[in-house]
C-alpha cells in the first residue's frame, strides 16, 4: 500500500521557484501533522516545515521567509512553495506525518517513506 507520493521537483537556477506536492493514503494524512524533509548527499535527513490539519505551519530556520507550507485536506495532499531557492536547498525532498506539531526528527515519522522529489539548484 503506497502511502506519500512526492512530486514536482526539478532543477532550477538561483533564485527560482518550485512547487512540490506530497499524495498521502488517509490512513497517514487524517488528523495528523504533515511534514516535509530534506537530504542532501553525505548528509543526514532534517525537518524542513511541517503543517497542522488546521494549517498551522512552522519551519527550519534555513527556510523560513522562502518557503510556504500548505495543505488540501480534501485532497489528501501538502505542498511546499519553494521560493528565492539556493544551491544549498539541493536535495531529495520527501514528506510524512509526525506524532506532533512540536516533533521535528525524522525518525518519529509515521509512515513508509516514499522516492522523494529531487530538486536541484544550479546555474
Known amino acids: 500500500q503506497v502511502q506519500l507520493v512526492e512530486s514536482g521537483g526539478g532543477l532550477v537556477q538561483p533564485g527560482g521557484s518550485l512547487r512540490l506536492s506530497c499524495a498521502a493514503s488517509?490512513?497517514?494524512?487524517?488528523?495528523?501533522?504533515m511534514g516535509w524533509f530534506r537530504q542532501a548527499p553525505g548528509k543526514e535527513r532534517e525537518f524542513v516545515a511541517s503543517?497542522?490539519?488546521?494549517?498551522?505551519?512552522k519551519y527550519a530556520d534555513s527556510v523560513k521567509g522562502r518557503f510556504t507550507i500548505s495543505r488540501d485536506n480534501a485532497r489528501n495532499t501538502i505542498y511546499l512553495q519553494m521560493n528565492s531557492l539556493k544551491p544549498e536547498d539541493t536535495a531529495v525532498y520527501y514528506c510524512?506525518?509526525?506524532?506532533?506539531?512540536?516533533?521535528?526528527?525524522?525518525?518519529?515519522?509515521?509512515?513508509?517513506w516514499g522516492q522523494g522529489t529531487q530538486v536541484t539548484v544550479s546555474s
Open positions: 510524512n506525518a509526525v506524532p506532533s506539531f512540536a516533533d521535528r526528527d525524522y525518525r518519529n515519522a509515521l509512515g513508509s
Open positions: 503543517v497542522t490539519s488546521y494549517s498551522y505551519a
Open positions: 488517509d490512513s497517514i494524512f487524517s488528523n495528523n501533522v
